[in-house]
């Protein structure tokens, strides 16, 4: 039952997303996706604060402070991403929209390399999951802003 219900929220959640962002392009679509973007950025630097390691409880800030390499790679791409897509530019924004892809799949590189195995999560350690989950959703938001550009773009050729 459980699967059902996933799937037809699925559907109807997709349905909408492409019907609303993909087929026309507008400057309030552009505006919301790129407040949509920003503002996931923003949650995922702030989810640096809570902890990340179940073995010493280390938050994103500390292994930053730690000089851990990978940590400060995806905290400096999420935050450019975040600055770029701010941006007017199309080609700010799909710079900015690269980042993003790059920064989702590193991050999940990057736990992967600081916590091998398996590890059982509690609530206090949910912060990677719920960053890498939305690094994720933030790609489709980009890659939607993405195709709003092309499109006005078109729109803009032809007239």
Request: proline content about 3%; charged content about 10%.
């Amino acid at each position: 039952m459980r699967t059902i219900f996933f799937w037809t929220a699925w559907f109807l959640i997709s349905f909408w997303v492409l019907k609303t962002f993909y087929f026309s392009a507008s400057q309030e679509k552009i505006k919301r996706l790129r407040f949509a973007a920003v503002g996931i950025d923003i949650l995922v630097l702030i989810l640096f604060f809570l902890p990340w390691l179940t073995a010493t409880g280390q938050s994103g800030w500390e292994l930053i402070a730690a000089k851990e390499s990978l940590v400060i790679l995806v905290f400096g791409m999420v935050l450019l991403s975040a600055v770029l897509v701010l941006f007017p530019s199309p080609s700010a924004n799909k710079i900015g929209a690269v980042l993003q892809s790059g920064s989702a799949a590193l991050f999940i590189a990057m736990m992967i390399k600081l916590m091998p195995g398996t590890v059982t999560l509690t609530l206090r350690y949910v912060a990677p999951i719920l960053v890498s989950l939305l690094l994720l959703i933030n790609i489709i938001i980009v890659l939607l802003l993405w195709q709003q550009l092309q499109l006005r773009d078109k729109s803009h050729t032809n007239l």
